[in-house]
């Protein structure tokens, strides 16, 4: 089991530029998550997904941000354009079900927009 | 105000003594309720996890809830130095996985 698997590790963008987060879940996962990591907010849920559906997006900040998953092993985070605000470390999360099976977390991908 | 509370840190205690963590929270639908630890540049990991009130015991780790003064404690007993890490508080509504985390406290446990 390799875990959660987050790419890149860390991204330096300028702003303006288009930011891609990339994610593989725990082969078997049904659900996948997006959180958002900062010293002001905490660990912020973004979005969530069920079989590759999303289900919630409540917590998406704005349309700058978008998230995708294609199929069951892949998702991304993609904000469009970035903004020095958006500065956080991003972390994408897996489970099995909808029971309290634990959330099994990436490393995370420490963002920096100039 | 925050749904959840947690107080930062740092909470720097000597080996060996009892590590004592805690949150408050305001949403009284909340009935699960859980404790990550994250090392630094890490993702969280999930420690413990309980329902509704009561104490749960895992080795050195007991988490209590006390739901009626939307309160939840973790002990580290026999505290070490590879428990220095952020301890985070999370809770849910229901069984499903949309938790509601706290803000993290910061632990130094010194040799």
């Known amino acids: 089991d390799a875990g959660v698997i987050q790419s890149p590790r860390h991204e330096v963008t300028e702003m303006g530029q288009e930011v891609t987060l990339r994610c593989k879940p725990i082969s078997g996962h049904d659900y996948l998550f997006w959180y958002r990591q900062t010293m002001m907010r905490g660990l912020e849920l973004l979005i969530y997904?069920?079989?590759?559906?999303?289900?919630?997006d409540s917590g998406m900040p704005e349309d700058r941000f978008s998230a995708k998953m294609p199929n069951a092993s892949f998702s991304t985070l993609k904000i469009q354009p970035s903004e020095p605000r958006d500065s956080a470390v991003y972390f994408c999360?897996?489970?099995?079900?909808?029971?309290?099976?634990?959330?099994?977390f990436g490393n995370g991908t420490r963002l920096t927009v100039t | 105000q925050k749904e959840v509370e947690q107080d930062p840190g740092p909470l720097s205690v000597p080996e060996g003594a009892i590590v004592s963590l805690n949150c408050t929270y305001s949403?009284?639908?909340?009935?699960?309720f859980m404790w990550y630890r994250q090392y630094s540049r890490k993702g969280p990991e999930l420690l413990m996890y309980?329902?509704?009130?009561g104490n749960k015991e895992d080795g050195r780790f007991t988490a209590q809830v006390d739901k009626s003064s939307k309160y939840i404690s973790l002990f580290i007993r026999d505290s070490q130095p590879s428990d220095s890490a952020t301890y985070l508080c999370a809770m849910s509504a229901t069984a499903g996985n949309k938790l509601t985390f706290g803000g993290g406290t910061r632990v130094l446990v010194k040799p």
């Open positions: 999360a897996s489970s099995r079900d909808r029971s309290l099976s634990p959330l099994h």
């Open positions: 997904f069920n079989n590759n559906v999303p289900i919630d």
């Open positions: 949403n009284s639908a909340f009935q699960y």
């Open positions: 309980t329902y509704s009130s």
